[in-house]
């Protein structure tokens, strides 16, 4: 084994030493140049001043506008095209209900009582009895199966549901002006491509009369329809609104002998004034202070006191209650008669049929003016003014009327459920196109019709006598409902059930 010395082993040891010692050294002088920075170096820092920071100039930006947000349109209900069925749909439409019985002829006890409006089917088998014609039918809920009397139940083809109709209010015999104009409103913003409004004059009152036009306004046929010329047949205008809704909400989805509704219009426009004095209309519903104008609201007055005596409370042909004009009696006094009691303010305006002024205005055109011989001052009716075509409701209707070469005319008036044709001095080719009108509406409403020739105590200066005797036009006049007007309410489902399909049949007779 070799053998370190002792001398080696030292110089080795020192020589470590050394190194050690050098290291320690260099650790020394970084701790001592680290403790000055420490100390010293924030002195330094603010001797200097703050160092900011180096920013690059930058363009200033407008800020963005606010995107608006567009409104999404409104989303309603839309009806779908009815199914194909194996039988055919009837609406009951009787004043008040119809029986439904076991057996046909009106033997034994009703199942139940059908109220008007109610919908049946009616699979094709039919039972002549005691003179009268009847269906076996069944409700279209299934409660019910029956005979029913034909006489009270139309057929239709488009069924409606009601709850998709919710803009005419039917649940309110008081429809105004005022619910009409905002019913239009309504019309005219959810169906803006089926039908469009016209201001076409104004009232003596100062309200708008406006014209409907439902269908394409270019369409190459047109038919003109007018509704409550006569104060106290409000009504008929809530029927005609409903009518106009019906077609609206249906355009699509609606059809006639499978025809759909949109082709018809388009081939056939209507157009509709719905209300034609709304002036008469308001004082039927409130009275003389309806009326905006103190002039005619004394005109309305004037009128109660001279003919307040002249009126009896009387049943009719058909025992309905009501209030009888008896001018053509002369000298009659109710004081003098003792036939009490004697109207009031309130029951004289509700039966008022004229305009703010006591003119009535289907009375008031210059078609056979000056063979109308009724009363000679304003009244609640019969008054046919100083002269033809004084009020500024008939001049806007004659006007309108020319406007379209139409069809044919049709006014809605109350009441009687029954249709009237023809007119006093018509020719005969005219007279026999507007008892062939009025044939064709009796099919499909059942309502009876009427030579207006042939019947007492007419007197021309109508609109109906305008549309036939100087237009050379077809033309009818539906009265609807059964009891002395005001209607009340109560009528409206059977009204409605029998004239829903009327305007489509007319459109699909034009086509064809």
């Given at each position: 084994m070799p053998r370190v010395s002792a001398v080696s082993g030292m110089h080795n040891g020192s020589a470590a030493q050394a190194r050690l010692g050098m290291i320690a050294a260099v650790i020394g002088m970084?701790?001592?140049?680290?403790?000055?920075?420490?100390?010293?170096?924030?002195?330094?820092?603010?001797?200097?001043?703050?160092?900011?920071?180096?920013?690059?100039?930058?363009?200033e930006l407008e800020p963005e506008p606010e995107q608006v947000k567009e409104e999404e349109p409104p989303v309603f209900d839309v009806p779908e095209t009815a199914p194909e069925v194996d039988y055919r749909r009837l609406v009951c439409v009787p004043t008040n209900a119809l029986p439904i019985r076991e057996e046909p002829g009106g033997k034994g006890d009703a199942l139940t009582e059908l109220p008007p409006g109610t919908m049946l089917r009616w699979y094709g088998?039919?039972?002549?009895?005691?003179?009268?014609?009847?269906?076996?039918?069944?409700?279209?809920?299934?409660?019910?199966?029956?005979?029913?009397?034909?006489?009270?139940?139309?057929?239709?083809?488009?069924?409606?549901?009601?709850?998709?109709?919710?803009?005419?209010?039917?649940?309110?015999?008081l429809y105004t002006y005022e619910e009409m104009e905002?019913?239009?409103?309504?019309?005219?913003?959810?169906?803006?491509?089926?039908?469009?409004?016209?201001?076409?004059?104004?009232?003596?009152?100062?309200?708008?009369?406006?014209?409907?036009?439902i269908g394409e306004p270019e369409a190459p046929q047109h038919i003109m329809m007018q509704a409550a010329i006569h104060g106290r047949e409000y009504m008929a205008s809530q029927l005609a609104m409903k009518l106009a809704e019906y077609y609206c909400t249906y355009y699509d989805a609606g059809t006639y002998r499978g025809i759909p509704y949109r082709e018809l219009f388009a081939h056939t426009a209507i157009h509709l004034i719905p209300m034609a004095n709304p002036d008469g209309v308001t004082i039927s519903q409130y009275g003389a202070e309806g009326l905006?104008?103190?002039?005619?609201?004394?005109?309305?007055?004037?009128?109660?006191?001279?003919?307040?005596?002249?009126?009896?409370?009387?049943?009719?042909?058909?025992?309905?209650?009501?209030?009888?004009?008896?001018?053509?009696?002369?000298?009659?006094d109710a004081s003098l008669t003792g036939d009490g009691p004697f109207i009031t303010q309130g029951e004289y305006t509700a039966i008022w049929k004229a305009d703010a002024r006591g003119v009535d205005l289907n009375r008031n055109f210059d078609a056979g003016w000056e063979e109308v011989e009724l009363k000679e001052e304003p009244a609640h009716s019969s008054y046919k003014g100083e002269v033809p075509c004084s009020e500024p409701e008939v001049r806007a209707l004659t006007e309108y009327s020319e406007r379209y070469d139409h069809l044919c005319y049709v006014n809605y008036h109350a009441r009687g459920n029954i249709i009237y044709y023809d007119a006093v001095g018509s020719t005969e080719e005219v007279s026999a196109a507007s008892e062939d009108l009025a044939k064709r509406l009796q099919a499909v409403t059942k309502y009876d019709i009427v030579n207006t020739t042939e019947v007492n105590n007419v007197n021309p200066g109508g609109f109906g006598d305008w549309a036939q005797r100087i237009l050379g036009k077809p033309g009818v006049t539906i009265?609807?409902?059964?009891?002395?007007?005001?209607?009340?309410?109560?009528?409206?489902?059977?009204?409605?059930?029998?004239?829903?399909?009327?305007?489509?049949?007319?459109?699909?007779?034009?086509?064809?």
């Open positions: 970084l701790l001592m140049i680290a403790a000055d920075i420490l100390c010293f170096g924030p002195l330094l820092k603010g001797a200097a001043g703050p160092v900011e920071p180096v920013r690059e100039e930058q363009e088998e039919e039972v002549a009895a005691g003179g009268n014609l009847f269906y076996h039918v069944e409700t279209e809920d299934g409660a019910f199966e029956g005979y029913v009397t034909e006489r009270y139940v139309i057929p239709v083809e488009t069924p409606a549901d009601e709850a998709l109709l919710d803009i005419v209010d039917a649940t309110d015999a905002e019913d239009i409103a309504e019309l005219l913003v959810r169906y803006p491509d089926r039908i469009a409004d016209e201001v076409i004059g104004e009232s003596l009152d100062g309200r708008q009369l406006h014209a409907l036009t905006r104008d103190p002039e005619y609201r004394e005109a309305v007055l004037g009128a109660y006191e001279r003919e307040r005596l002249k009126f009896a409370l009387e049943e009719d042909v058909d025992e309905h209650t009501g209030w009888v004009d008896h001018y053509r009696i002369k000298g009659y009265e609807v409902g059964r009891y002395p007007c005001p209607l009340e309410i109560g009528e409206f489902p059977g009204m409605w059930g029998r004239n829903r399909e009327t305007w489509a049949m007319l459109l699909a007779d034009a086509i064809s």
